[in-house]
């Protein structure tokens, strides 16, 4: 199942990789490759969609399917947002585009990390 997403993250603990779909966060397998395990839990992926789908039932939503607004809520302490709002100040913009600065920061420094 192709339209969903995947991932396989090394795990230390089992010195192997753990294949998740994102959409069906309850099914995983776990492999020596990351190849593998995105290949058995597509598979299980394909197993749970041909039940969902023999019942009737609805199937979940692929995460690159849906449309977002770019709007969400985010809820921090008190000290940590009189921290965030002094950083924005002294860096000359809003609170909302510091935030924005960070977390693009930090999801840049992750996939270089990878």
Not at 104 to 111: G, N
Request: aromatic content about 12%; proline content about 4%.
């Amino acid at each position: 199942m192709t339209e969903y997403t995947y991932r396989a993250d090394w795990s230390h603990e089992t010195r192997g990789y753990l294949g998740q779909c994102l959409e069906f966060p309850y099914l995983w397998w776990r492999a020596f490759t990351p190849e593998d395990a995105i290949a058995g839990v597509a598979k299980k992926v394909a197993d749970e969609v041909a039940a969902i789908v023999a019942i009737e039932g609805r199937l979940p939503e692929p995460l690159t399917d849906r449309r977002y607004s770019g709007k969400f809520m985010v809820r921090a302490s008190p000290v940590l947002h009189a921290r965030l709002a002094v950083e924005a100040a002294e860096q000359g913009v809003s609170l909302n585009q510091w935030v924005v600065q960070k977390l693009a920061a930090r999801l840049q420094a992750v996939a270089e990390y990878y």
